[in-house]
T-cell receptor, first 116, second 115 residues
């Protein structure tokens, strides 16, 4: 079974500062994808960033970057220059290989508040 | 183009009644997912449709839950004899094709409240 663990239920950061959200996972697959999704109060899940497990280079999307440590099964999200609009729930997700490679397994989320 | 559309946005129902939730995926997306998000929890997989293949129903929590999808069009999730523990946000997502190379696009969800 695949599991995703987010150990920080809530975090806060001052506007313009940097914050890191933690995620660990477990899977027996070698080929898999990791994602961070953002869920603002509108409830829509928005893809923030995606990492392919076979790529060693950490993914980056503008102010968002990841620290992917495959051996440690760790996948943290760094948000630089935090903005008020970054306030949301953030979910880490794993999409594994094998026969059910379409399923996403989600963590329980981290509520991030950006303070002015 | 239009995103994934879900209706109703909110639904309040009495315990024991049946409810039907609708999802209209992005045009051309062959894969469709239903997830449930309970308060304080992550997203729980319910069911997956891919084209005309048999759906993966392994996540449905009980036989009171069922879902249908005709071809690559609209899907409906039906909950019979609703219980209070069914209260949650039900999220639908679609992707261009199955597998890890196609990111999921989510709708805004239906918040179901069973009183």
């Amino acid at each position: 079974a695949q599991t995703v663990t987010q150990s920080q239920p809530e975090m806060s950061v001052q506007e313009a500062e940097t914050v890191t959200l933690s995620c660990t996972y477990d899977t027996s697959e070698n080929n898999y994808y990791l994602f961070w999704y953002k869920q603002p109060p509108s409830r829509q899940m928005i893809l923030v960033i995606r990492q392919e497990a076979y790529k060693q280079q950490n993914a980056t999307e503008n102010r968002f970057s990841v620290n992917f440590q495959k051996a440690a099964k760790s996948f943290s999200l760094k948000i630089s220059d935090s903005q008020l609009g970054d306030t949301a729930m953030y979910f880490c997700a794993l999409q594994g290989g094998g026969g059910s490679n379409y399923k996403l397994t989600f963590g329980k989320g981290t509520l991030l508040t950006v303070n002015p | 183009g239009a995103g994934v559309s879900q209706s109703p946005s909110n639904k309040v129902t009495e315990k024991g009644k049946d409810v039907e939730l609708r999802c209209d995926p992005i045009s051309g997306h062959t894969a469709l997912y239903w997830y449930r998000q309970s308060l304080g929890q992550g997203l729980e997989f319910l069911i997956y449709f891919q084209g005309n293949s048999a759906p993966d129903k392994s996540g449905l929590p009980s036989d009171r839950f069922s879902a249908e999808r005709t071809g690559e069009s609209v899907s409906t999730l039906t909950i019979q004899r609703t219980q209070q523990e069914d209260s949650a946000v039900y999220l639908c997502a679609s992707s261009r094709r199955s597998g890890q190379h196609s990111p999921l696009h989510f709708g805004n969800g239906t918040r179901l409240t069973v009183t």
